[in-house]
């Protein structure tokens, strides 16, 4: 069983800057960031994958997010810069046991307990 510990997160106003921090205790194939906004859907906000070292954030948060990898800590940290009221979400850690790259929750196999992000407009 891999555990993730999460840290960062808060509230912060529009324009803002928050890093999220996720340390495992084993590595694994992939590590990733997922949120879920209030009514929403989890989506995928960034990817970390060890062996072929892609570094993937989507369209939404591309330019603002920046995603990194703690080789130390087998984790990942998430840098968000000029945050928005729409990224407000609970963030959660995953890591993908084995395998290929994934972007949908259900590949992946254990997650952090999420932490808050609140933007304020």
């Known amino acids: 069983q891999v555990q993730l510990v999460e840290s960062g997160g808060g509230l912060v106003q529009t324009g803002g800057s928050l890093r999220l921090d996720c340390s495992a205790s084993e590595r694994t194939s992939s590590i990733a960031w997922f949120r879920r906004a209030p009514g929403k859907e989890r989506e995928v906000v960034a990817v970390i994958t060890w062996e072929s070292g892609i570094r993937y954030t989507p369209n939404s948060v591309k330019g603002r997010f920046t995603v990194s990898r703690d080789g130390a800590k087998n984790g990942i940290t998430l840098q968000m810069n000029n945050l928005k009221p729409e990224d407000t979400a609970i963030y959660y850690c995953?890591?993908?046991?084995?395998?290929?790259?994934?972007?949908?929750?259900?590949?992946?196999?254990?997650w952090g307990q999420g932490t808050q992000v609140t933007v304020s407009s």
């Open positions: 995953a890591a993908r046991k084995d395998g290929g790259f994934r972007v949908d929750p259900e590949g992946y196999d254990y």
